[in-house]
């Protein structure tokens, strides 16, 4: 079974992608090009291991054991010569992923497998700039890496059932929940999603109805946790907009055209919950819902 691992990418996915492989015996090593991204991971980390340690669900044995599995790397190429599997959490930017997997191809062992992070990128195009297709693959995590139990698993054309097999085993290792699918434009996960948020939206721009009412109607009509406005900010309206781009990109459907409201927001900088401001705005301290001012006019 694989036990050593690679993350590349410390940003909120990648540390929480570390977090759980460590919490789980998996030796790992997470590397990003700044090493002040680094130590921002790793108290993030700690941080959300003391959590658990408040909720009674893990010793500060285990925190302590945890923390001593992951090491860390400013350095690609050797912080993947050893692992037996190497997970991209980059930004969700297609040249970049294309310029990592051509550097981790060429610097991890032969067998290694090279897995990505990536909520809407094509699987197969990443896989195409390496000479190992058959064992690249899509290993979608939902955030917050360390709650949500599915991963979401991506086969790209040229990947090999045996490469699946062996990931959906590890996956199952991390106490997950796989669900494999194939590789087209945002896998299921995005591919429903995006619309809904998009379509919720347009119901706020063309003044159907408020921010409010159009979550409390999905959280208490539809049993969503969150409604879709509110998650929309937590993904981030930047990173929404992208992946309703790859949609409309791949399909080549009007249906998945970005909402005007949506484009406007994420040229003004109102992100979400990153940027302090989105269709809610979140103020430090203050765990209320509070509507942003541009939608209570």
Same mark, same amino acid.
């Given at each position: 079974?694989?036990?050593?691992? /690679? @993350? ?20 790992? !090593? ?5 090493? /002040? ?39 690609? /190429?050797?912080? @993947? ?11 969700? %930017? *297609?040249? =970049? ?32 700039? !390496? ?31 045996? *490469? !699946?097999?062996?990931? $959906?085993? $590890? *996956?199952?290792?991390?106490?997950? $929940? ?17 619309? +809904? $948020? %998009? ?5 706020? #721009? ?11 109607? +999905? ?6 946790? +969150?409604?879709?406005?509110? =998650? ?29 409201? =949506? *484009? ?17 705005? #979140? ?6 819902? @509070?509507? /942003?001012?541009?939608? !209570?006019?």
């Amino acid at each position: 079974m694989l036990q050593t691992i /690679s @993350v590349i990418g410390a940003g909120t996915m990648g540390n929480g992608i570390a977090h759980v492989f460590a919490q789980n015996n998996f030796r790992v !090593t997470l590397i990003d090009v700044h090493a /002040s991204q680094l130590e921002k991971a790793l108290q993030t980390i700690s941080k959300n291991l003391e959590r658990q340690i408040a909720k009674g669900s893990l010793s500060e044995e285990q925190k302590k054991n945890t923390l001593s599995l992951i090491k860390t790397s400013t350095d690609v /190429s050797s912080g @993947v010569r050893d692992a037996a599997l190497v997970i991209e959490a980059a930004t969700e %930017n *297609t040249e =970049l992923k294309l310029k990592i997997f051509k550097q981790i191809d060429e610097a991890a062992p032969p067998d290694c497998i090279l897995a990505t992070n990536t909520s809407s990128i094509s699987i197969t195009r990443i896989a195409s700039v !390496t000479k190992r297709p058959h064992l690249v693959i899509g290993m979608h995590f939902m955030n917050p890496v360390p709650v949500m139990k599915l991963v979401e698993i991506i086969n790209g054309y040229a990947t090999k059932k045996e *490469t !699946t097999q062996k990931v $959906i085993e $590890i *996956t199952k290792q991390l106490g997950k $929940i796989p669900c494999t699918v194939n590789d087209y434009p945002g896998f299921i996960a995005n591919r429903i999603l995006m619309p +809904m $948020i %998009n379509e919720a939206i347009y119901s706020l #721009y063309e003044g159907v109805s408020g921010v409010e009412a159009i979550d409390n109607i +999905m959280k208490l009509g539809m049993a969503h946790p +969150m409604g879709p406005l509110q =998650l929309a900010d937590f993904i981030g309206l930047d990173v929404c907009i992208s992946i309703l781009a790859v949609l409309y990109e791949g399909f080549g459907n009007p249906k998945y055209a970005p909402c005007p409201l =949506l *484009t406007n927001m994420v040229a003004g900088g109102y992100l979400g919950v990153k940027s302090g401001e989105g269709f809610y705005k #979140y103020l430090p301290g203050n765990k209320e819902l @509070v509507v /942003s001012d541009r939608f !209570t006019k």
